[in-house]
């Protein structure tokens, strides 16, 4: 069992940043890969960012690349998602994900999920 735990979320005006924050614990974190997911009510689970298990490789969806930044510390268990230039349409709640082994985009390929965590951007 990975227990996954998200923290940073809130509401920023466009422009804005936020820094959203993953602390995990239980398995070895290092053998997961991790990913960031977001919601909103009546969308389905669409893929944020992620991250292979050494940090080597990254991938990011085509609406948050050149604005977002993933990044993981092994030794302190965390994953981490800087969020930069944020627009009214990055409000969701942002979920942290991990896998085993190899990285994807799916949300089906994660095994384990934290509870979530709001960000609001403010027009």
């Known amino acids: 069992q990975v227990q996954l735990v998200e923290s940073g979320g809130g509401l920023v005006q466009a422009g804005g940043s936020l820094r959203l924050s993953c602390a995990a614990s239980g398995r070895i974190f290092s053998n997961y890969a991790m990913g960031w997911f977001r919601q909103v009510p009546g969308k389905e689970r669409e893929f944020v960012a992620a991250?292979?298990?050494?940090?080597?490789?990254?991938y990011y969806a085509d609406s948050v690349k050149g604005r977002f930044t993933i990044s993981r510390d092994n030794p302190k268990n965390r994953v981490n998602l800087e969020m930069n230039s944020l627009k009214p349409e990055d409000t969701a709640v942002y979920y942290c994900a991990a896998k085993l082994m190899l990285v994807t985009t799916t949300p089906a390929g994660y095994d384990y999920w934290g509870q979530g965590t709001q960000v609001t951007v403010s027009s």
């Open positions: 991250i292979n298990w050494i940090g080597s490789s990254t």
